[in-house]
């Protein structure tokens, strides 16, 4: 198996010039041609200066004084909760939810009532011939009923279910 390298050095002598010492390259500056660059501090020529930016002071970012009650005392502070419930699927089964009117979470009470589905399946027994009283049986059938959920503290109603 063989593995790429690096080839080796022929020499161990540079080629050409050697680079310039540290002193040598800090000494003359690298392009001459440009000069000195606005917005940078003038090049040193071998002077060493402590601050060459200046120096911001410093400043508490908070007060250490507490706060004066005086200006304090008209403040009215309210906290307002929301309650946030995912979307209910009312159907024909009781439902855990919250209440927004009493605030409670309840178990809803189911109350039945005549829908669509009630009456076209009264008509429709009625045109079968259904006709001395078995046409008004689905207003005694709570499956072809709608479903009104309610809650069982305030009485006020959360949700309906249609059949149709």
């Known amino acids: 198996m063989n593995m790429a390298s690096a080839p080796p050095l022929e020499s161990d002598a540079f080629l050409g010039q050697p680079p310039p010492t540290y002193e040598e390259s800090t000494r003359n500056p690298v392009w001459p041609q440009y000069g ?5 501090p003038p090049p ?4 060493t200066t402590e601050h060459v930016y200046p120096v911001q002071g410093y400043a508490p970012a908070y007060s250490t004084q507490p706060p004066n009650p005086v200006n304090n005392a008209n403040a009215i502070v309210s906290i307002q909760t929301i309650y946030m419930q995912p979307a209910v699927a009312f159907g024909t089964t009781p439902v855990h939810v919250h209440c927004n009117v009493c605030a409670k ?3 809803t009470r ?3 009532s ?6 076209l399946t009264c ?7 259904c006709i001395y009283g078995c046409c008004l ?4 059938l709570n499956p072809l009923k709608d479903v009104r959920h309610v809650c069982p503290s305030c009485n006020s109603i959360l949700g309906t279910y249609r059949r149709i």
């Open 36 to 40: 000195h660059f606005p917005g940078c």
């Open 44 to 47: 040193t020529q071998g002077k």
């Open 105 to 107: 979470t309840i178990l």
């Open 110 to 112: 189911l109350q039945y």
């Open 114 to 119: 005549s829908g669509t589905l009630t009456w």
């Open 123 to 129: 008509v429709g027994l009625a045109f079968c011939g």
């Open 137 to 140: 049986t689905p207003f005694c």
